[in-house]
Each structure stands twice: as structure tokens, then as C-alpha cells.
């Protein structure tokens, strides 16, 4: 791995106020999303590394402002930031540029990588749906969320990967990356069904929910009665959820072969991450779920070897 201040040089990145605002954010993404930061420093080339922690960085604090709270409230918070970061993709470097750390660094990201520029815009024009989230009535409401705000979200990043506009492969790689956070998104609305049934909302539509003879009211007052129930309810979640990362598995092929092993490690993570839900079963009424450690470490160490197979120079 590329010592953090190689990497910033790598990406062209001297201004010394600039490093101090990527800094932040690497310090931020690290710790709440470990698992990713690291398969990013591990996997990517040294390049990507400030772009990559920069569009986490922001995902994450649009997240953060939204999703909690009166629906009133969030929409009212998505305005303001909404105001604020395209303000800071439109201002010129120098006195007028934006003070905010993680501002600063996603508009340099914008400057630098301008395709970037166009998914912040999509992911923005997209965000009021999480704003106004309450849950789903139907399976078609759960779709409709991942095409307007989860794959906006996952293509702040994956933008910086997609193959070039000549290569023809635009609505491909789309379609491998909307599979991906389909079953991303799934595996993390059941992951999280203790946390979000305390705040009245979860994502698995009410629809599904009447079929097992369930209700938020159950999850939330976590009723022992209704663990049996929900633990069908998860595996049949978990079944959509698995069919939708099958059907990405050919998407590291559609891209260069230097961040294949990243897009590799991300998929085999949330596999494993699927693995672990679907482990809880009922039980995720109580409690979550997260990936083992071990595992997701023998998954990071695998493409780590495959990575350095693609830098090594051939001889």
C-alpha cells in the first residue's frame, strides 16, 4: 500500500490546504468504512485513492444529514446542502472557493476527474427520495428507490473506474453496477432491520411484510412471536438478494484490468456480507450483521496479490 501522502502526489494533489482537506476525509472514511477504505488503498492504483475517499467521504455526510429525523426536517437539510455543494462545484479555486474540508476536496475531485462532476448532480437530483423515505408499499417502490438514489450513490465512485466511452461499453457496465447495489442495498436494509424498525421505517416493502403475517409495529416492539415468520421473510430477501449479486459477477471484466481486483474484493464482501444476514436469520430483530473479519481480511489479501500481479512490470 502507497503511503497516504504518495498517493495525494500521485493524483496531483501539492496544494498543502487541499492535502490537509483530503486528509480529513480519509480520516473520516476510514473509520466508518473500514472495510472499504482499505480495499480501495489495497486494490486501487495510487491515483484513485484521494477521488475514491473523497466521493465516500460525501455520500456519507449527505447520508448522515438526511436520514434521520422528521421527514419535514430532512427535506428542509437536503435543501440547504444541496445549495451548498453545487455552490462549491461552480466556485473557482482560490478566495472564493468553499472552506469546508470535504467541500473543498470534492470539487478539486470534480476538477480533476469531470465525469465526477455529473454524478454528484445525478446523486443530488436524487437524493430527495432517501429525504422523504419512509418505507416501501411494494417491490416496484423498492426498485424505483435503487434506480433513482442507491446507484446514483454507488456511481460517485464507480465512475472513476467505468471503461471508456469508445470501448462501447456504457450500458453494461450500467447494468453490472445496478445489480451490484441491488443486492447491496437489500443486504443492508436487513442487516439493518433492528436499527431502522426502532425509527418506524425499514426496507423491506409492506407488501412482504403482510405475506408473513408481519408489521413494522412487530419488528419495532421486537415480539418474539414473530421471529419465526421473519426468519422466512430473510431468507426470501436474502434469495433476491444473492440472484441480484449473481448477476454482476461479469462487471470486473468490463473494466481495466488495474481496478478489476478492487471490483472483485467489493462484490466478494458483500457476499460475504449476505452470508452473515442471512447466519442471523429471525435473529437480526435484536442485533445486525456484519461480514466476518477473517474472511473479508483473506478476501482483501487474495486481490492484494492479484493487484500487484497487474503493477508488477513484465519482464
Same mark, same amino acid.
Given at each position: 500500500?502507497?503511503?497516504?501522502?504518495?498517493? @495525494?502526489?500521485?493524483?496531483?494533489?501539492? /496544494?498543502?490546504?487541499?492535502?490537509?482537506?483530503?486528509?480529513?476525509?480519509?480520516?473520516?472514511?476510514?473509520?466508518?468504512?473500514?472495510?472499504?477504505? !482499505?480495499?480501495?488503498?489495497? @486494490?486501487?492504483?495510487? &491515483?484513485?485513492?484521494a477521488s475514491v475517499v473523497a466521493m465516500v467521504a460525501f455520500m456519507h455526510e449527505t447520508d448522515e444529514r438526511i436520514d434521520a429525523g422528521?421527514?419535514?426536517? +430532512? &427535506?428542509?437539510? @437536503?435543501?440547504?446542502? /444541496?445549495?451548498? *455543494?453545487?455552490?462549491?462545484?461552480?466556485?473557482?479555486?482560490?478566495?472564493?472557493?468553499? =472552506?469546508?474540508?470535504?467541500?473543498?476536496?470534492?470539487?478539486?475531485?470534480?476538477?480533476?476527474?469531470?465525469?465526477?462532476?455529473?454524478?454528484?448532480?445525478?446523486?443530488?437530483?436524487?437524493?430527495?427520495?432517501?429525504?422523504?423515505?419512509?418505507?416501501?408499499? =411494494?417491490?416496484?417502490?423498492?426498485?424505483?428507490?435503487?434506480?433513482?438514489?442507491?446507484?446514483?450513490?454507488?456511481?460517485?465512485?464507480? =465512475?472513476?473506474?467505468?471503461?471508456?466511452?469508445?470501448?462501447? @461499453?456504457?450500458?453494461?457496465?450500467?447494468?453490472?453496477? +445496478?445489480?451490484?447495489?441491488?443486492?447491496?442495498?437489500?443486504?443492508?436494509?436487513?442487516?439493518?432491520?433492528?436499527?431502522?424498525?426502532?425509527?418506524?421505517?425499514?426496507?423491506?416493502?409492506?407488501?412482504?411484510?403482510? +405475506?408473513?403475517?408481519?408489521?413494522?409495529?412487530d419488528l419495532r416492539n421486537k415480539s418474539q412471536a414473530c421471529v419465526p415468520a421473519l426468519g422466512r421473510l430473510v431468507a426470501a430477501q436474502?434469495?433476491?438478494?444473492?440472484?441480484?449479486?449473481?448477476?454482476?459477477?461479469?462487471?470486473? /471484466?468490463?473494466?481495466?484490468?488495474?481496478?478489476?481486483?478492487?471490483?472483485?474484493?467489493?462484490? =466478494?464482501?458483500? *457476499? !460475504?456480507?449476505?452470508?452473515?444476514?442471512?447466519? &442471523?436469520?429471525?435473529?437480526?430483530?435484536?442485533?445486525?450483521?456484519?461480514?466476518?473479519?477473517?474472511?473479508? !481480511?483473506?478476501?482483501?489479501?487474495?486481490?492484494?496479490?492479484?493487484?500487484?500481479?497487474?503493477?508488477?512490470?513484465?519482464?
Amino acid at each position: 500500500m502507497p503511503r497516504w501522502p504518495a498517493a @495525494l502526489t500521485e493524483a496531483g494533489i501539492t /496544494d498543502p490546504t487541499l492535502r490537509r482537506a483530503y486528509d480529513a476525509q480519509r480520516d473520516l472514511v476510514r473509520k466508518y468504512a473500514l472495510h472499504q477504505y !482499505l480495499a480501495a488503498r489495497l @486494490l486501487l492504483p495510487a &491515483k484513485l485513492h484521494a477521488s475514491v475517499v473523497a466521493m465516500v467521504a460525501f455520500m456519507h455526510e449527505t447520508d448522515e444529514r438526511i436520514d434521520a429525523g422528521e421527514v419535514g426536517a +430532512r &427535506k428542509e437539510a @437536503l435543501s440547504s446542502w /444541496d445549495r451548498e *455543494v453545487r455552490g462549491a462545484l461552480e466556485a473557482s479555486p482560490g478566495p472564493g472557493a468553499p =472552506s469546508s474540508a470535504l467541500l473543498l476536496a470534492l470539487a478539486d475531485t470534480s476538477r480533476r476527474c469531470p465525469q465526477t462532476a455529473v454524478r454528484v448532480h445525478d446523486f443530488l437530483d436524487g437524493a430527495p427520495v432517501e429525504a422523504e423515505w419512509t418505507g416501501f408499499d =411494494s417491490e416496484a417502490d423498492y426498485q424505483a428507490y435503487i434506480d433513482r438514489y442507491s446507484l446514483p450513490a454507488l456511481m460517485l465512485t464507480a =465512475s472513476l473506474m467505468a471503461p471508456a466511452p469508445e470501448a462501447g @461499453l456504457d450500458e453494461s457496465f450500467l447494468r453490472g453496477c +445496478r445489480a451490484l447495489i441491488e443486492g447491496w442495498q437489500r443486504t443492508d436494509f436487513l442487516a439493518d432491520l433492528a436499527e431502522d424498525a426502532e425509527q418506524g421505517r425499514i426496507g423491506i416493502a409492506r407488501e412482504e411484510l403482510d +405475506r408473513y403475517g408481519l408489521t413494522v409495529g412487530d419488528l419495532r416492539n421486537k415480539s418474539q412471536a414473530c421471529v419465526p415468520a421473519l426468519g422466512r421473510l430473510v431468507a426470501a430477501q436474502a434469495d433476491l438478494a444473492e440472484t441480484a449479486l449473481t448477476a454482476c459477477r461479469g462487471l470486473p /471484466d468490463l473494466v481495466d484490468a488495474p481496478y478489476r481486483p478492487f471490483l472483485r474484493a467489493l462484490m =466478494s464482501l458483500q *457476499v !460475504l456480507h449476505l452470508q452473515a444476514v442471512r447466519r &442471523k436469520g429471525g435473529s437480526l430483530l435484536h442485533d445486525g450483521a456484519r461480514p466476518s473479519v477473517p474472511a473479508a !481480511l483473506r478476501v482483501l489479501g487474495r486481490q492484494y496479490r492479484a493487484a500487484r500481479s497487474v503493477r508488477r512490470p513484465s519482464r
